[in-house]
């Protein structure tokens, strides 16, 4: 039997306490409670349906309300587990067997939370635990100075997410997301290197994600980054990300993304040559989009959310009409999925020519996703001129295109 639903709690006081305990009574076979993703209220029913079950659940994905305590033949079963890292610290050593643990979140993690719930007392390894995700509190600086004074008494410099005296391996792990990222220190990562990590989802401010040890982004197939960053930062960013595009890796789909308006730019040489599909939420000049584009060779599906005016490219806008410029270069054969987010619901036409523009760099798209206001008049331009563009005289003009690679705890 499994739980999936969340009841909201009532005036009552102590209600849900005595709603779980009735149907723990009533249902005893219970062996699966699901609350809401991200749910870490202690007050809700799936919390206490959680407590009450734990020993005996094969999933758990709820917030618990108290410390575990022991048991004969805990967690036995357990394969799937969200919990606070509050509740770990406060349940005591080697209390939840790792060896059959698939997928584990821990949720309201502070920066140097404790492994030590976790079984056993040699090397900590998780053999099975192919999902991970840290959902940090707070997002505040967690320093080499922070990490000496966590690590006192004997804790293993070497674990640096979270502490612990033994050795953590991840023999199996290929799915990791982390939420606000508190580190400042490279070191933070060691303890994924060894890990074979396919899907890496990262998200937290740009003084803290900086410090990302780029050697985890070599194996990889799914990157997404979405970085909070201030003004002030904008050149290290762009530096940053020039970094992180230079890295040889297996990357096949990626999302870019930052919170302010102002540009990215992007190395002389991309090492992301696998690259299929790749989603810029960032504000990107038109030209350095393409430039992006065009040390992509296996490119074919591209998304970009903000297009950002820049000074050197007046040369494709003109108010005074529909003046379209004629492309120096093809930037990519490649690419035959576009989405360009730019412009209002009212048409400009400086707007239109610079979407066209793009459209004429990538002569091999098939379809092609902007704002209603500008369809009309593409559609029409390309039609107009279809023997000199005849494939393009051909596009599927969709409402939006879907990264197709993202798994959806990414999202």
């Known amino acids: 039997m499994a739980v999936s639903r969340v009841i909201k709690p009532g005036p009552e006081k102590g209600g849900l306490a005595k709603l779980a305990g009735l149907v723990s009574k009533h249902a005893p076979g219970v062996v699966e409670v699901v609350g809401e993703p991200w749910e870490c209220n202690p007050n809700s029913l799936a919390a206490h349906l959680a407590s009450a079950y734990f020993n005996q659940l094969c999933v758990c994905k709820a917030p618990l309300i108290a410390a ?11 394969t799937v587990l969200s919990i606070q890292t509050s509740i770990l610290q406060s349940s005591g050593s080697h209390l939840i067997p ?27 390894e998780f053999s099975r635990l192919v999902s991970l995700t840290i959902d940090f509190e707070k997002d505040h600086v967690a320093n080499d100075s922070h990490r000496y004074d966590a690590q006192k008494g004997g804790k293993n410099p070497r674990v640096t997410m979270g502490v612990d005296r033994r050795r953590i391996l991840f023999p199996r792990l290929t799915n990791l997301c982390i939420r ?22 990262l998200a937290g401010k740009f003084a803290h994600i900086r410090y990302l040890d780029t050697r985890v982004l070599r194996g990889l197939d799914i990157f997404d980054m979405h970085v909070y960053l201030s003004e002030k930062s904008f050149g290290k960013f762009s530096t940053f990300v020039k970094t992180v595009l230079a890295v040889p890796s297996t990357v096949r789909s990626a999302w870019i993304r930052h919170s302010e308006v102002f540009p990215i730019s992007v190395p002389d040489l991309c090492a992301w040559t696998q690259l299929r599909e790749l989603n810029v939420t960032a504000y990107i000049p038109t030209f350095t989009l393409l430039a992006l584009v065009s040390r992509l060779p296996e490119l074919q599906r591209l998304i970009a959310q903000r297009i950002a005016r820049d000074d050197s490219e007046a040369m494709l806008e003109s108010d005074a009409g529909p003046l379209f410029v004629e492309p120096g270069m093809v930037a990519s054969r490649s690419v035959c999925e576009l989405q360009l987010h730019m412009g209002g619901n009212k048409p400009r036409v400086t707007t239109l020519q610079n979407i066209i523009y793009v459209v004429l760099c990538m002569p091999c798209l098939r379809r092609l996703a902007v704002k209603q206001a500008y369809r009309k008049d593409i559609r029409l331009f390309f039609e107009q001129r279809k023997e000199v563009y005849p494939e393009l005289a051909n ?4 409402h939006h295109i879907n990264m197709r690679s993202i798994p959806a705890q990414f999202l």
């Open 395 to 398: 596009l599927e003009y969709v």
């Open 98 to 124: 790792v060896g059959q643990l698939c997928e584990l979140k821990l949720l309201q993690a502070e920066a140097f939370f404790s492994w030590e719930a976790f079984g056993s007392p040699g090397t900590l």
């Open 68 to 78: 575990i305590t022991r048991k004969p033949d805990m967690c036995a079963n357990l």
């Open 180 to 201: 606000k990222l508190p580190y400042t220190y490279a070191g933070a990562w060691a303890m994924f290197l060894d890990a074979p990590i396919k899907n890496l989802a």
